[in-house]
């Protein structure tokens, strides 16, 4: 099953997939849906396959998570080109839910931002409450699979030892376009993760190369907090950051960022950087 987050009217209405179109659902969003004790039945009744229409206007597939927890360092491909050791546990951090944006949204950054990277993603959206979870009943819990860009403003990144202020700049974080039940999709056996630059390929990754996998890290997560229905857990990112290249590589002004995860879909994204002019 697939499920989306329309803008519809000046609001949000969550959709399902259906006979080669979608169908709205009694939800503002996604999210909303998950929350709903019923709101997957509901959706199932509703379901057929169907593409996304062209020119649809996608919200983020969860607007307003209660929480966005994130892993670094979780490829092991990655972590070897940034010249780190396999870590014993996974290394967290959170966004807000005013970071995320559409799948097909302008990112527009201020120009203290002009060192912005890409990172895609898989994103693990949360059906269930999770305290304390163990890795089967944090498999039981996953509603579904998305994509994401935690696009990333490295200088603001390294001003201390904690990531935040360059992970959490407002709207930038692409997530969608849907999201897809893992009774159609499984990350563990492997689906390809790609990224590009103005057509150019930069990252392309596999999910199976994950050192954390999605039931780890919601097992590991619920731990020490709370994981509610809609929350959404991005998992890192594979090799080939701008930051790791020689020299070292940002996103420009006008440049498109698109990022592919497989049996998912694309998130494009036009950047667009905002430099005071002077007077």
């Not at 709205?24 to 379901?47: E, F, K």
């Not at 999910?207 to 857990?233: H, K, M, N, Q």
């Amino acid at each position: 099953m697939r499920l989306a987050t329309l803008r519809t009217g000046g609001t949000t209405v969550a959709a399902v997939a259906a006979g080669g179109s979608w169908a709205p659902l009694p939800h503002r969003d996604v999210g909303a849906l998950l929350r709903d004790a019923d709101g997957l039945a509901t959706a199932r009744a509703s379901a057929g396959p169907g593409p996304l229409p062209a020119g649809a206007d996608l919200a983020p597939v969860v607007p307003h998570p209660a929480k966005v927890v994130c892993c670094g360092h979780n490829y092991a491909g990655h972590i070897r080109e940034m010249g780190r050791e396999l870590p014993a546990h996974p290394t967290l951090f959170t966004k807000f839910a005013d970071t995320l944006t559409g799948p097909a949204d302008t990112v527009t950054v201020p120009g203290l931002a002009a060192d912005l990277d890409w990172e895609a993603e898989l994103a693990v959206v949360v059906g269930a409450p999770l305290h304390r979870a163990t890795r089967d009943g944090a498999a039981a819990a996953i509603a579904g699979y998305t994509a994401a860009n935690d696009l990333s403003v490295r200088s603001w990144q390294r001003h201390t030892g904690q990531w935040l202020p360059g992970k959490a700049f407002d709207a930038t974080t692409p997530l969608g376009p849907v999201l897809v039940t893992p009774d159609e999709l499984d990350p563990a056996a492997g689906l390809a993760l790609t990224c590009r630059v103005n057509g150019e390929r930069v990252q392309s990754g596999d999910t199976a190369d994950l050192v954390f996998d999605a039931p780890a890290l919601l097992a590991y997560i619920s731990a020490f907090t709370r994981l509610s229905p809609g929350d959404v857990v991005l998992t890192g990112t594979p090799a080939g950051v701008g930051a790791a290249t020689s020299p070292p590589r940002f996103l420009a002004d006008g440049d498109v960022v698109e990022v592919s995860l497989q049996g998912v879909g694309v998130l494009t994204t036009p950047i667009r950087i905002e430099f005071e002019e002077c007077a």
